[in-house]
Every structure is written in C-alpha cells, then in structure tokens.
C-alpha cells in the first residue's frame, strides 16, 4: 500500500516538474512576443505621433506578464536567464534617448532581430515546452511502475 | 532664474543677484540625465520642435537648446547633439509695476525694452495682473506659457482676476483671434520678433485695443529698425537694466 502511494507521489511530482519546465518555456516564448509587439508598437506610435515614452509604456497591452512587469522596471520573478534580461532591459533603457530617425531605425532593427529569435529559437521553445511535459510524464509513469 | 548647463562645462545660475558660477563641472552622464528628464524620456517626440531653439515644459518652464542643426534642403528639420541647455524658470514678482499708477482709468500702450534676462516677463506679468485686477478685460498672448505658467489650462502664476490666456497659438492667429473673440481692453504680449508682431500690433492698435509688450533691445532705439512701424503705437517705453541688480528701470519714456 506504501509503495503504491509512493509511487501516485512520484509520477505526481515528475508530472509537476514537467509542468513547470512547459510553462517556463511558455513564459519565455511569450515575453519575446511581447517585445517584439512593443517594438511594433512602439515604432508605430512614434513614426505616427510621436508619442512620449511614458505614453508608449501606459497604453502598450500584453498577455505576457513578465513583460509588462519589466517595462514597468518592476522585479518580477522571470523565466530568462539574467543576462538575458540585462540585455533587454539595457536595450528598453535607450528607448527615448535618440531623435527620431535614429530611434526608428532602431527600433526596426532590433524588432527584426527578434522576429528572426521568435523564428528560429521560438518555435524550438515551444516544441520543447510539450517535449518536456511528455518527458516528465513517462518518467512519471516508469518511476511508478518501478516502486509499484 | 536660469541654470545653464553645457556638456563638461561649470553649472551657472542666475537670480536676481546675477549670475553665479559653481565649481561643479557637468558631467556628460549628469547632462543626459537632465536632458531625458526634460524631455520625459522621449527626446525623439523633441526633437523636431527644438527647431524654435527651446523645449516649452509644464509651468511656464523653457529649456533652451544648443546643438547642431539638422538641415533638409534650406530649412532646420530638427536639432541632435544638443550640446548646452538653459532652464529658465519664470517666477513673480508682486509690485514690481508700482510705480506705474494702474487703475481703472490706465490708458497706455506700454513697450518694455531690455536685454535678455533684465525681467521684462516679470514686469510684464506684474502689469497684467494688476490691469486685470483693475477690471480690465486682458488677453495674454502666451505662445511659450511663460507669462502665465498655464498648464492644461490652469495658470500657475497669477495674472489677474480679468485675464485670458492663449497658450501655444502663432502669434498672427492669436492676435486676430483676441480681437475677435475675446473682446479685449488690453493685450499683453511678451518679445515682439518678426513682421507678424508688428502686423498684429497694429490691428489691435488701429482696433481701439491698447497693448503691452516686451521687445529686446538695449533702449528705446530697438523700437527704430525692424520695428519702425511701430513707433506710432507706444506712448510710453521703458528700459530695463540687470546692473545693479535685474529689473532696475534704466528709463521710463513717456511720449
């Protein structure tokens, strides 16, 4: 009875840790298309209307949580590894301190760096997020098949 | 009162003493940090207005610029390696106008002449309000918002009980809209530049409508030049000094 117990504890704690791995990669994937989004939008507002930075901040929607906790310059508990972040937030601090046709130019510059990120590394982290889940689930279910 | 600030330069100010040089030298980051402030983070949403040489903030304050011009064709597009700024500060002054008898019956055209920085806004500002106070109809042409600090809409230096304000039209628009909208007995207007001053400072003279304006200028010759034309309007000039201190009336011409 013991070892059965230990053994529904063990594939629930690997079905977790799957979950969590998925929802890192999750996470991480939607911060990047978030930035990317500001970048769009943040080129648009600019290009149309020049809008102040401030503004750009206050009305940019995202589902990404982190993100919008970043812009904010809040310290929020993040999927990204530090240097990662660093180089974002580096990037978000020179927004606004360019004229505008630089600022524009970079601003398409670095969107289409990360269009390429979202590309490429983007959909691998999403394929990985599902592959981790399955992972942890057979490893899960081979653990309780052991102690059983 | 004015800070000037110039990239590796000594940090000055100037009050009513004069000016005063501090030790500090500004550092590049310190005048970035200045300048993305004044600018709220968004020097690109600026730059293209920097072409009228200032940056008008919240309050009345303006932020002069130095930089290099960036041209397109003959005309300045925008400005980028700004390179000095200087935040003037506009303050009041109550009863800097005393010695001119302002009351009901005040019916004067009245140009105040002066170098810059020798308190001509402050003056000015005190003349509006105390006209306005006397139950005076008076509109102010404040393109910059530097005589009334007004700030959505809301003045943050006092002008009077009677004033309106018109905050951020061309001067030729805000002339023929005060003449005939707002009814005025007195419009008040700060540094006369260019013909459609001189154009709109007729309209309201040969309109009935007295004025108040300021003009730089050393004495009562800048009024001979540009500003010929002009000469009819105003029956009384005053020249203002910075020596000993600002705002000394250097004369008080009555015509």
């Keep these: 009875m013991a070892s059965v117990f230990v053994g529904i504890l063990a594939f629930f704690s690997a079905s977790l840790v799957g979950m969590w791995l998925k929802k890192r990669s999750i996470e991480k994937w939607k911060f990047y298309r978030a930035f990317y989004d500001y970048l769009l939008f943040a080129e648009e507002k600019i290009c149309s209307e020049r809008m102040p930075r401030g503004e750009i901040d206050a009305s940019f929607k995202s589902d990404s949580k982190e993100f919008l906790a970043v812009l904010k310059g809040e310290n929020a508990k993040l999927s990204l590894k530090d240097q990662e972040l660093s180089s974002i937030k580096e990037y978000l601090e020179t927004i606004g301190t360019s004229d505008a046709e630089a600022q524009l130019s970079s601003l398409r510059g670095k969107a289409a760096e990360i269009k390429r990120m979202l590309d490429t590394d983007g959909e691998k982290w999403r394929k990985d997020a599902a592959l981790y889940f399955k992972l942890c689930v057979l490893v899960g279910v081979a653990l309780f098949i052991i102690l059983v | ?255």
């Design chain 2, 1 to 255: 009162m004015e800070i000037r600030l110039r990239k590796g330069g000594r940090l000055r100010y100037l009050t009513l003493r004069g000016w005063t040089d501090t030790p500090h030298l500004v550092t590049e980051a310190e005048f970035e940090y200045v300048l993305l402030a004044v600018t709220e983070r968004s020097l690109y949403a600026i730059t293209e207005k920097l072409v009228n040489g200032y940056l008008p903030l919240k309050g009345g304050v303006r932020v002069g610029v130095a930089g290099e011009g960036v041209m397109e064709g003959d005309r300045v597009k925008s400005v980028k390696h700004i390179s000095s700024l200087a935040i003037r500060i506009p303050h009041q002054v109550f009863g800097v106008s005393d010695f001119l008898v302002i009351d009901g019956y005040f019916n004067q055209n009245v140009l105040i002449v002066s170098p810059p920085a020798c308190g001509k806004t402050t003056l000015l500002r005190d003349i509006a309000r105390r006209l306005s106070n006397a139950g005076k109809n008076v509109v102010i042409l404040d393109e910059r918002g530097e005589i009334s600090g007004v700030n959505n809409g809301c003045m943050s230096l006092d002008v009077g009980a009677n004033s309106d304000v018109l905050f951020g039209f061309p001067k030729k628009i805000a002339y023929v809209n005060a003449l005939r909208a707002l009814n005025p007995d007195y419009v008040i207007t700060d540094e006369l530049s260019g013909e459609s001053d001189v154009a709109g400072v007729l309209r309201a003279f040969y309109g009935g409508v007295r004025v108040i304006a300021t003009l730089h200028g050393q004495d009562e010759n800048a009024l001979y030049g540009d500003f010929s034309a002009l000469a009819k309007v105003f029956d009384r000039i005053i020249v203002l000094s910075r020596t000993p201190r600002i705002g000394t009336i250097l004369k008080d011409l009555v015509r």
